[in-house]
């Protein structure tokens, strides 16, 4: 059974950083896909940053290219998404969400299982 969970939103400042951290278990090797997502009321899920573990492939939406870094700890099937720069817009519930599939993406439907969801608030 494969759960996620996630940890590490709050509220910082403009200008400031904060780590999220996604902890996957229920899977038996690193053949799987992480992915950060986040969502805003009245709008649809969009797809922020997506790592293979078992290749380290990386993919990142244009608007956090720079700002954010997604990397991975195998051995504790923990995925981190460092948050850096972060602005009033990065403001939203960020869900993190795994595929079997073994190539980084941002498109949605190709994820199976989803975290909770957490509140990342940037104050302005």
């Known amino acids: 059974q494969v759960q996620l969970v996630e940890s590490g939103g709050g509220l910082v400042q403009a200008g400031g950083s904060l780590r999220l951290s996604c902890a996957a278990s229920?899977?038996?090797?690193?053949?799987?896909?992480i992915g950060w997502f986040r969502q805003v009321p009245g709008k649809e899920r969009e797809g922020v940053s997506s790592?293979?573990?078992?290749?380290?492939?990386?993919k990142y939406a244009d608007s956090v290219k720079g700002r954010f870094t997604i990397s991975s700890d195998n051995a504790k099937r923990t995925v981190y998404l460092q948050m850096n720069t972060l602005k009033p817009e990065d403001t939203a519930v960020y869900y993190c969400?795994?595929?079997?599939?073994?190539?980084?993406?941002?498109?949605?439907?190709?994820?199976?299982?989803w975290g909770q969801g957490l509140q990342v608030t940037v104050s302005s």
């Open positions: 969400a795994a595929t079997w599939g073994l190539v980084a993406t941002l498109w949605k439907p190709e994820y199976d299982y």
């Open positions: 790592i293979t573990l078992s290749d380290g492939d990386t």
């Open positions: 229920g899977f038996t090797s690193d053949s799987f896909t």
